[in-house]
């Protein structure tokens, strides 16, 4: 039985504490940190069984009873909290992004390399969404035949605050590198270039804060295969994430994931459910196996399921589509 520290108490945090707890049997939460902590945290934790509860993550770094640390603090902290944990002899589950920073992912990078032993993985949970699975293993097992095209939707049930928006790294640092790491998932492909057509659809105040709320992403494969990405931050039917591959021999296709597949015939239509209204609905059980899958690697010293690199490229694609959105140009991803 490994024992995780979790670091970070917000939504992200309590997803994961939660979901170990339902859903993992190997590993258990043993401590938490959040330098911002209200009462009602304390006591969701406290009723959780958490027997460490503290404001400093560095009481999780520096415990040796901790095996696995669960990095899902602001952004801004991945890359430094990820450093002192490797330094520590931590293995590492790290949320996305890794940093907004190439210099500082390939610090990590680096610190990783010198010490083999230790496993480091970055929390994009939809590749673990069965429905994506069940594409990938397509295009692996050559139903499909060759690929030639990558299509993603992704579209959120409603925009974040301009605020947030601001200080997010951006629609496609926050929001799309899901989408960018799908693109590489599915077709198996590193990204050559990128091209992005942004728009400001649904809040001008998303607008006003220097960000994109709508775009059209277009990508050119390292084989030449083509790959397209849409989002909004708005979609008034729930959480919109299709996907499609499409090669030589066919194509394989996913839609969304409901409360039930149960339709209503009747002479005024056909009506079904809509789409699960947002991540925690949608991901809540691929939450769950990628942390157990996570926890598998460490304990049989096996490779991880997604590992420090795939931090890197989503970044690197990410940071392409931002040149592009503000100069209306095609740019080399890298």
Known sequence: MLNIGIIGAGRIGKVHTQSIANYVRTAKVVAIADPFLPDETIQWAKNLGIAKITKDHADIINDPAIDLVLICSSSDTHSQISLEAIAAGKH???????????????????ALAAKPALKYTVGFNRRFDHNFRALRKAVENGKIGKVELVKVTSRDPAPPSAEYA???????????????????????EEVESVFVQPAVLVDPAIGEAGDFDSAVITMKLRSGALAVIDNSRRCAYGYDQRAEVFGSLGAAVSGNDAASNAQVWSGAGVTGEKPLYFFLERYMQAFATEVEEFIEAVVNDTPVPVDAYAGLAAVLIAIAATKSAKTGLPVVVG
Request: net charge negative; hydrophobic share 50%; aromatic share 10%.
């Open 92 to 110: 590492v589950f790290c949320e996305k992004p890794i940093d907004l920073d190439v210099d500082r992912i390939n610090a990590v990078l680096a």
């Open 166 to 188: 601001a200080r997010s790294g951006g629609i496609f640092m926050d929001m799309t590198i899901h989408d960018f790491d799908m693109v590489r998932y599915l077709s198996g």
